[in-house]
């Protein structure tokens, strides 16, 4: 089985801080790995994705890859509260349970 | 970002029939589609991976017989559910890619199927 855990959550942080969201995944062979937002009943929509260990930046967010730890990672600064959101993390688009995110203006 | 574009959003079906659920790529050549099922307030879960012109990939646990799928051409992937049952209710949603596994993949709108 190939398992993706996140912490559900709820994180609440407040405007302006910054939110660090995890996510481990079970299967080594994983290539890809992707974060994406879903705001209660809308689909979900893409924020970013890594392949290479270390970090990549996009805007406000970052995504941190260890591909020997098995683990990545999302951070969001400057936290909006239109961040508000549940944050899901699909190594190879297999979806963990996602971790609810609440920025509190 | 690409538009995928997933009909119909709702349907309600008598219990065994069959319902197809069709995603489109509007305006981008999806080599990779994904089919997930999600229950509420639950995660996405994968249900099959498919690649153009060749079979789906079924993901553990998921009845290849009954959950058939299609990916004909780079713009259209089908998922019929066949002899529908009430515990088929659920909200079924596709995404598409257009480069293999380090491409980015783009959501539908989601079906949401009910089975009386």
């Known amino acids: 089985q190939k398992e993706v855990e996140q912490n559900s959550g709820p994180l609440s942080v407040p405007e302006g801080a910054i939110a660090s969201l995890n996510c481990t995944y079970s299967d080594r062979g994983s290539q890809s790995f992707f974060w994406y937002r879903q705001y209660s009943g809308k689909s979900p929509e893409l924020i970013m994705f890594i392949y290479s260990n270390g970090d990549k930046e996009d805007g406000r967010f970052t995504a941190q890859l260890n591909k020997a730890s098995q683990y990545v990672s999302l951070l969001i600064r400057d936290s909006q509260p239109s961040d508000s959101a549940t944050y899901l993390c699909?190594?190879?688009?297999?979806f963990g349970a996602g971790t609810r995110l609440t920025v509190k203006p | 970002g690409a538009v995928v574009s997933q009909h119909p959003s709702r349907v309600i079906c008598k219990s065994g029939t069959s319902v197809k659920i069709e995603c489109r790529s509007l305006?981008?050549?999806?080599?990779?589609m994904f089919w997930y099922r999600q229950f509420p307030k639950k995660s996405l879960m994968l249900m099959a991976t498919s690649n153009e012109g060749s079979k789906a990939t079924y993901e553990q646990g998921v009845e290849k017989d009954k959950f058939l799928i299609n990916h004909a051409s780079l713009t259209l992937s089908t998922l019929t559910v066949t002899s529908a049952h009430p515990e088929d209710s659920s909200f079924y949603i596709c995404?598409?890619?257009?480069?293999?596994?380090?491409?980015?993949?783009?959501f539908g709108q989601g079906t949401r199927l009910t089975v009386v």
């Open positions: 995404s598409a890619s257009g480069g293999g596994a380090n491409t980015e993949a783009f």
């Open positions: 699909a190594p190879d688009m297999r």
């Open positions: 305006d981008f050549q999806a080599t990779t």
